[in-house]
T-cell receptor, first 113, second 113 residues
Framework: EDKVVQSPLSLVVHEGDTVTLNCSYEVTNFRSLLWYKQEKKAPTFLFMLTSSGFEKKSGRLSSILDKKELFSILNITATQTGDSAIYLCAGKHSGGSNYKLTFGKGTLLTVNP | EAQVTQNPRYLITVTGKKLTVTCSQNMNHEYMSWYRQDPGLGLRQIYYSMNVEVTDKGDVPEGYKVSRKEKRNFPLILESPSPNQTSLYFC????????????FGPGTRLTVL
């Protein structure tokens, strides 16, 4: 059974802290790993990683994929209250010409002033 | 503006009354998908479509139907809704292929009494 597990499920920090969110996956025919941020509405795309060891950066956010150990981390430095959201990780995997996304349950991040 | 739209955004209905949630995208995307999001369970894929007339089951297809007669539209049909289908539903689309981000619609909050 394909599964994606995120940890922690919930995290509360103070502004300025650095946080690391974890995502492990077990999916057949893995293609890529995606991170989304969900505030009070639809998920918005953050990163997609396909190559192991490749770090993606966007401002204070960065992410690494380890295809050998089957996990990814999302790092947020100098957190701000606007970073408060649910962070979703998803494994994209394919079977023939089709592909699916399996999501983890998310990590609820709360950044207090 | 490139977007995925869903209608209705909110719906309260009763058990057994057939309903359709529409989804439309204006980006000429080949891939479209429906998800439901429930507390503690995360996002789960219901159905997806690789292209016109090509659909396949996701992880939780029971009680749902879809059709893909046109590239831009991917309606979700609940023939006989039940209370356990009360959920937040998201439609998403992307270009075909395995390395493309999905764009999410704004969500439809469905309550079945």
């Amino acid at each position: 059974e394909d599964k994606v597990v995120q940890s922690p499920l919930s995290l509360v920090v103070h502004e300025g802290d650095t946080v690391t969110l974890n995502c492990s996956y077990e999916v057949t025919n893995f293609r890529s790993l995606l991170w989304y941020k969900q505030e009070k509405k639809a998920p918005t795309f953050l990163f997609m990683l396909t190559s192991s060891g490749f770090e993606k950066k966007s401002g204070r956010l960065s992410s690494i994929l380890d295809k050998k150990e089957l996990f990814s981390i999302l790092n947020i430095t100098a957190t701000q209250t606007g970073d408060s959201a649910i962070y979703l990780c998803a494994g994209k995997h394919s079977g023939g010409s089709n592909y699916k996304l399996t999501f983890g349950k998310g990590t609820l991040l709360t950044v207090n002033p | 503006e490139a977007q995925v739209t869903q209608n209705p955004r909110y719906l309260i209905t009763v058990t057994g009354k057939k309903l359709t949630v529409t989804c439309s995208q204006n980006m000429n995307h080949e891939y479209m998908s429906w998800y439901r999001q429930d507390p503690g369970l995360g996002l789960r894929q219901i159905y997806y479509s690789m292209n016109v007339e090509v659909t396949d089951k996701g992880d939780v297809p029971e009680g749902y139907k879809v059709s893909r007669k046109e590239k831009r539209n991917f309606p979700l049909i609940l023939e006989s809704p039940s209370p356990n289908q009360t959920s937040l539903y998201f439609c998403a689309s992307s270009w075909g292929g395995s390395n493309n981000e999905q764009f999410f619609g704004p969500g439809t909050r469905l309550t079945v009494l």
